[in-house]
C-alpha cells in the first residue's frame, strides 16, 4: 500500500511539473507572437526587422524543441528563451523611441 501510496504522489508530481512547464512555454510563445505583431507593424529599418526576425525564429526553434529535451534541461532553456524575449522587448522600445 505503501508503494502505491508514493507512486500515485510522484506522478502527481511529475504532472505538476509538466503543467508548469507546459504553461509557461505557452506564455512563451504568446510573447513572442506579441513581438512579432509589433514588428510588422513598426516603422523599423529592413536590417532592424531582419535581425528580429532572426532572433524570433531562433526563440521559436528552442521552444519547439524542448518537448524532446530532458526536463532537467527544459526549465534553462525556457529561462534561456525568457532572457532573448526580454532582449528583443527592449530593443523594440529603444527602437520606437527614435
Same mark, same amino acid.
Given at each position: 500500500?505503501?508503494?502505491?501510496?508514493?507512486?500515485? &504522489?510522484?506522478? #502527481?508530481? /511529475?504532472?505538476?511539473?509538466?503543467? $508548469?512547464?507546459?504553461? *509557461?512555454?505557452?506564455?512563451?510563445?504568446?510573447? &513572442?507572437?506579441?513581438?512579432?505583431?509589433? &514588428?510588422?507593424?513598426? =516603422?523599423?529599418?529592413?536590417?532592424? %526587422?531582419? *535581425?528580429?526576425?532572426?532572433?524570433? =525564429?531562433? #526563440?521559436? %526553434?528552442?521552444?519547439? @524543441? =524542448?518537448?524532446?529535451?530532458?526536463? =532537467? $534541461?527544459?526549465?534553462?532553456? $525556457?529561462?534561456? /528563451?525568457?532572457?532573448?524575449?526580454? %532582449? $528583443?522587448?527592449?530593443?523594440? @522600445?529603444?527602437?520606437? *523611441? *527614435?
Amino acid at each position: 500500500m505503501k508503494k502505491l501510496i508514493k507512486w500515485f &504522489v510522484f506522478g #502527481i508530481t /511529475v504532472l505538476s511539473f509538466g503543467y $508548469l512547464l507546459y504553461s *509557461r512555454r505557452k506564455q512563451l510563445k504568446e510573447r &513572442v507572437r506579441f513581438i512579432e505583431e509589433k &514588428v510588422k507593424q513598426s =516603422n523599423f529599418t529592413k536590417d532592424v %526587422k531582419m *535581425r528580429i526576425e532572426d532572433t524570433i =525564429n531562433s #526563440i521559436k %526553434k528552442l521552444i519547439d @524543441k =524542448n518537448n524532446a529535451i530532458d526536463k =532537467n $534541461l527544459d526549465d534553462d532553456i $525556457l529561462n534561456i /528563451v525568457e532572457e532573448k524575449i526580454r %532582449k $528583443l522587448e527592449e530593443l523594440i @522600445k529603444q527602437e520606437e *523611441r *527614435r
